[in-house]
């Protein structure tokens, strides 16, 4: 079986080449943010950022109303939030609260269940990566706090049918939360925030790292009816969110073209990749997200230091559990697309 580290290890920091290998926007974020953070005056950065104006723009995009929302410094901080809030055990309980984790997953999510002192539960993956519903409603015990979704899913861009987050949500102990990342939401164009009110236990959270470009300024949501949320809410720490992020993500929110843009040019990079793939005899799984998990096999080191050595970054996933001989290629800007294919092309059948 594959091992699992007990902690994070960042990425190594690659600047210089194509960064394929972390799902970011690879042309950068909409020109507004630029303009809008260059018309920050100093006065802005010396007192402390105000939320009310940024959450209710939030709040209007993402349908809900504002103490629905909770922003975040990245969503990273929002599922350290939701950790420490439903993961922590109980001053002298000896029961360890758990966390389900179906299997590939976002890392981050078994090793915020470590520091906050709660127990991972894996449910390993199916062969094809469908979502393993029965297997994650046979996990659920009553110590079960938390279950860590992703849709689309992170490293494999498979969808998790909403059918099937309704399921779990009905069944996990009163007590806990169903989690549910939709860092990739944008690119799936499918969210579970509009079955909130009939879910008050299901906290959603989201990022505009990705499709809006906002990774390096740290500002993400999250999402859910305030008895879920509050808990989380009070874990984070008061003015995480700071004023770029505030003016930055409603300069984003406001370039509807931008964005939509950049999906369409997510959708034709897939398709590209998609065909490479076919001529390469390479086995893909088809993703709603910007990246796409493709199974290299024994070669998948020799592409990864390879395609490095030519300026392009991808991410090894072949530790993760189900993922053996995988690597992740981000499909985001086509023309980036076009040289991360090219590499992995030149390195395959170059040497035949
Ligand atoms: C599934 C998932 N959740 C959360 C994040 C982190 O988002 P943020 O940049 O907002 O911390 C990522 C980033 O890669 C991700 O893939």
């Known amino acids: 079986m594959t091992s699992l580290k007990a902690h ?41 950022p105000p939320y009310t104006a940024v959450t209710e723009v939030c709040a209007r995009y993402l349908g809900v ?29 000896p029961l360890v609260p758990e966390a389900i984790v179906p299997e590939p997953a976002f890392e981050i999510f078994r090793f915020d269940t470590a520091v906050a002192g709660g127990r991972v539960v894996p449910v390993m993956p199916q062969p094809d990566f469908r979502f393993a519903e029965e297997e994650v409603l046979a996990a659920i015990t009553p110590q079960t706090r938390v279950v860590f979704l992703t849709n689309p899913n992170n490293p494999t861009g498979v969808p998790v049918p909403l059918d099937a987050i309704r399921t779990i949500a009905r069944r996990v102990p009163r007590d806990a939360v169903v989690f549910v990342d939709e860092a990739y939401a944008e690119f799936a164009g499918r969210s579970f925030i509009p079955e909130l009110p009939s879910f008050p236990n299901v906290i959603v959270g989201r990022t505009f790292s990705k499709a809006y470009g906002l990774a390096a300024l740290r500002i993400g949501a999250l999402v859910g009816a305030p008895e879920a949320l509050d808990p989380a809410r009070y874990a984070v720490p008061v003015y ?3 004023i770029a992020a505030v003016v930055a993500v409603q300069a984003a929110l406001a370039d509807v073209e931008y ?5 369409r040019q997510v959708k034709e990079s897939k398709a590209l990749l998609y065909a490479a793939c076919q001529r390469l005899g390479l086995t893909y799984w088809p993703s709603d997200a910007n990246f796409v998990l493709v199974r290299i096999g024994d070669r998948v080191g020799e592409v990864i230091d390879g395609a490095r050595a030519r300026g392009v970054y991808l991410r090894d996933r072949s530790a993760e559990p189900g993922c053996e001989g995988c690597l992740r290629i981000g499909t985001g800007i086509v023309e980036h697309t076009r040289r991360g294919i090219g590499v992995i092309e030149e390195i395959l059948c170059g040497g035949r």
Do not use: W
């Open 8 to 48: 994070y290890e960042k990425p190594a920091e690659l600047y210089e080449g194509l960064r394929l290998h972390q799902n970011e926007h690879t042309l950068g974020c909409s020109p507004r943010v630029i303009e809008a953070l260059a018309r920050l005056r100093p006065d802005e950065i010396s007192f402390y």
């Open 65 to 93: 109303s504002p103490d629905r929302v909770a922003l975040v410094n990245g969503l990273d901080e929002g599922i350290m939030a939701v950790a420490i809030a439903y993961l922590r055990p109980a001053a002298g309980s």
């Open 240 to 242: 995480s969110v700071n």
């Open 259 to 263: 964005l939509h843009e950049y999906l």
